[in-house]
């Protein structure tokens, strides 16, 4: 059974850093990707950052490049996604997510930018930026 857990939300100033893990559980080897993922109050889920889980490659799209970077603590089971120079435009609940799906494509990339991709999910960490 996949279990998501993801840790390290909390309330920071503009400018300021957080680093949040997703703990990770049940996962075998036809696990492809894992995902961050946040929603805002009143907005889609967005796309934030992905990791193959078999390899490491990572996918962050251009509006999160230089502030976010997502990463794999072999040694803790974890996905962890260092955020920094944080707006308050990016207070939201961020979620952790793996997908089991295979992309056509050998470039690891906008396939898992989908949440449609995802098969299993975290409950979900709070983030609040204030300015």
């Known amino acids: 059974q996949v279990q998501l857990v993801e840790s390290g939300g909390g309330l920071v100033q503009a400018g300021g850093s957080l680093r949040l893990s997703c703990a990770a559980s049940g996962l075998t080897f036809s696990t492809r990707a894992l995902g961050w993922f946040r929603q805002a109050p009143g907005k889609e889920r967005e796309f934030v950052a992905a990791?193959?889980?078999?390899?490491?490659?990572?996918y962050i799209p251009d509006s999160m490049k230089g502030r976010f970077t997502i990463s794999r603590d072999n040694a803790k089971n974890t996905i962890d996604l260092q955020m920094n120079n944080l707006e308050p435009e990016d207070t939201a609940v961020y979620y952790c997510?793996?997908?089991?799906?295979?992309?056509?494509?050998?470039?690891?990339?906008?396939?898992?930018?989908?949440?449609?991709?995802?098969?299993?999910w975290g409950q979900g960490t709070q983030v609040t930026v204030s300015s």
């Open positions: 997510a793996a997908s089991i799906r295979t992309a056509l494509s050998p470039v690891f990339g906008p396939y898992y930018s989908d949440p449609k991709k995802y098969d299993y």
């Open positions: 990791i193959r889980w078999i390899g490491g490659s990572t």
